[in-house]
């Protein structure tokens, strides 16, 4: 059995978290079973490189800060191949380069365009247990590139597609997906399996398990995918296709996504083009933009309102800016986006009701609504944001 297993930044950040990880590691492998482990950096060590890129510039260069993030992956594979090797088990590091890792030229959020196996595969044929520095790539012209957030889970599934692995465990501090977060809602409940789209929807959504684009991936490449805890001992939860799920819940969950600023343009020009404008250049400075509201034109002028994530906020703000698409610019922090999923909702009615019906008995306001299939999302005010995700969980019975 081919085993790709990821371990997260909290599962090696210490001395004693990679030799628990080697012992796990070694035990699948006396069991059988052929490995490729892929790392992210020790917990904390990502924030040190960035703290001490700016130290010397507020905005360094995104090649070199490539370079100068991969390393940390580095060091973890190296640190963990030889507790390996101190155990018994014969054991290769790789960095991103040498695994076969081809990304594309956008540089700190790379996309893979193609894997060459060969050299993992050699060495497992010879037995060894091979460890990948996760995150990280190269590409065409040799330039060192990295993912993006979560990239050590998208390295591990692209592996795990490009070998043809029979699973790919993801291992987190967390031992699953809950239907919601334990610590907003402590009656939460571990989900047995979840399908890829819900999945991908929860994830990107704020669920913070499995970072979206490998679910996506996973769903594209069909890699069996776990998640489970290095912690402990527990059952995982099991990211399938819908059609291997026999009992498809109303609801599989409720996520919340803090990190939300509502950007309102006021006194927008009403004439054809101006939102492919402005949209457009959203899009060249790389901004993720989600919900999407404009009002009926009057006089010849519109008001048009968008959500984005709040860590891209200045650079929106300086690309609306530089088109003067409006007369006024107003930008509200003070938003959460909460959502509700479930492969479920594409055969029954009233979901949406039971929503609004929740949320105006707490009496809270709903700013913007999205949905889609299997999702309800809703902007609301921040503070009401933990409330409305209790208040939810309890509406659909999510804890029984």
Same mark, same amino acid.
Request: aromatic share 4%; with cysteine; hydrophobic share 40%.
């Given at each position: ?46 924030? =040190? ?12 260069? =995104? ?6 993030? %991969?390393?940390?992956?580095?060091? !973890?594979?190296? #640190? ?15 960095? $991103? ?28 044929? =010879? ?27 998208? *390295? ?32 939460a409940r571990k989900l ?9 929807? #929860? ?10 684009? *490998? ?9 069996n995918l776990i998640t ?7 059952? $995982? !939860? ?13 609801? *599989? $969950? ?84 909460? %959502? ?9 009615? $009233? ?6 019906? !929740? ?12 949905? *889609? ?28």
């Open positions: 059995m081919l085993i790709v297993q990821k371990y997260g930044g909290t599962s090696v950040g210490t001395v004693e978290r990679i030799t628990e990880v080697a012992k796990r590691v070694a035990q699948r492998k006396k069991e059988g079973n052929d490995l490729v482990v892929v790392v992210s950096a020790m917990s904390g060590e990502t924030n =040190k490189l960035i703290e001490l890129a700016h130290s010397f510039s507020k905005d360094p260069k =995104k090649r070199e800060m490539d370079l100068l993030l %991969s390393s940390g992956e580095r060091v !973890t594979s190296a #640190l963990l191949a030889i507790a390996l090797s101190e155990m018994g088990h014969e054991t290769v590091a790789m960095s $991103g380069r040498q695994a076969g890792i081809q990304t594309d030229d956008l540089h700190t959020k790379a996309r893979i365009e193609h894997i060459d196996g060969s050299r993992i595969e050699k060495e497992l044929k =010879k037995g060894n247990i091979v460890v990948v520095a996760g995150f990280q790539g190269i590409t065409e012209i040799g330039e060192v590139s990295t993912l993006g957030r979560g990239g050590s889970d998208l *390295s591990a599934v692209a592996i795990a597609g490009a070998l043809g692995a029979d699973v790919c465990e993801i291992y987190t501090d967390v031992d699953g997906v809950y239907t919601t977060d334990p610590r907003i809602e402590p009656k047995a399996n979840i399908s890829y789209d819900e999945m991908l929807e #929860l994830a990107s959504l704020g669920a913070k398990v499995l970072q979206s684009r *490998s679910v996506e991936l996973a769903k594209k490449l069909n890699v489970r805890s290095s912690f402990n001992n527990n059952e $995982g !939860t099991n990211i399938l296709r819908e059609e291997d799920i026999m009992e498809k819940p109303l609801v *599989s $969950g409720i996520a919340i996504d803090k990190n939300q600023a509502r950007v309102t343009l006021r006194g927008v020009t009403d004439k054809p083009g101006i939102a492919a404008e402005i949209f457009r250049k959203l899009a060249e400075e790389g901004v993720n933009v989600d919900m999407i509201i404009q009002n009926v034109g009057v006089d010849g002028a519109t008001n048009l309102g968008f959500t984005i994530p709040n860590n891209e906020l200045n650079i929106a703000r300086k690309a609306m800016e530089d088109i003067q698409a409006s007369e006024k610019i107003e930008i509200d922090e003070g938003i959460v986006k909460v %959502s509700i999923v479930g492969v479920g909702m594409k055969s029954h009615s $009233g979901v949406a009701c039971t929503a609004f019906d !929740t949320l105006a008995d707490e009496r809270i306001n709903i700013q913007m609504i999205s949905t *889609s299939e299997i999702k309800i999302s809703m902007v609301i005010s921040a503070k009401y944001g933990e409330l409305a995700v209790r208040a939810l969980h309890d509406a659909y019975k999510l804890d029984q």
